[in-house]
Nanobody, 130 residues
Framework: VQLQASGGGLVQPGGSLRLSCAAS????????IGWFRQAPGKEREGVSC????????FYADSVKGRFTISRDGAKNTVYLQMNSLKPEDTAVYYC????????????????????????WGQGTQVTVSS
């Protein structure tokens, strides 16, 4: 199982970026895929999660209405579209995955915990600054 995150960069406040998480070695449908971020001096934070087979999507309150998670099954890739970016969105963003073992209710309550996930990709830096 490998996760390759890309798409980070420097953007001005109010701008947009799209992060990509290319998965290899497994099929997205059998996994729960998420995005976490960590800013300097801060704890790691769950940003968003998609449980494809359950049709469930979750967002942190801090990004609701601005970020959108989606997937392309043909490319085995999950995306995080980030709009209306703010300086407080500056962080290293990580793509994460776990093979589904439990019912959807478990992931609905635990998606934001880093311990839920078995696989972590390398991070991609997002910097929001003027």
């Amino acid at each position: 199982v490998q996760l390759q995150a890309s798409g980070g960069g420097l953007v001005q406040p109010g701008g947009s970026l799209r992060l990509s998480c290319a998965a290899s070695g497994f099929t997205l449908r059998n996994y729960v895929i998420g995005w976490f971020r960590q800013a300097p001096g801060k704890e790691r934070e769950g940003v968003s999660c998609i449980n494809i087979s359950a049709g469930s999507i979750f967002y942190a309150d801090s990004v609701k209405g601005r970020f959108t998670i989606s997937r392309d099954g043909a490319k085995n890739t999950v995306y995080l579209q980030m709009n209306s970016l703010k300086p407080e969105d500056t962080a290293v963003y990580y793509c994460v995955a776990v093979r589904k073992r439990y019912n959807s209710g478990f992931y609905a309550s635990s998606w934001g915990r880093s311990s839920t996930y078995d696989y972590w990709g390398q991070g991609t830096q997002v910097t929001v600054s003027s």
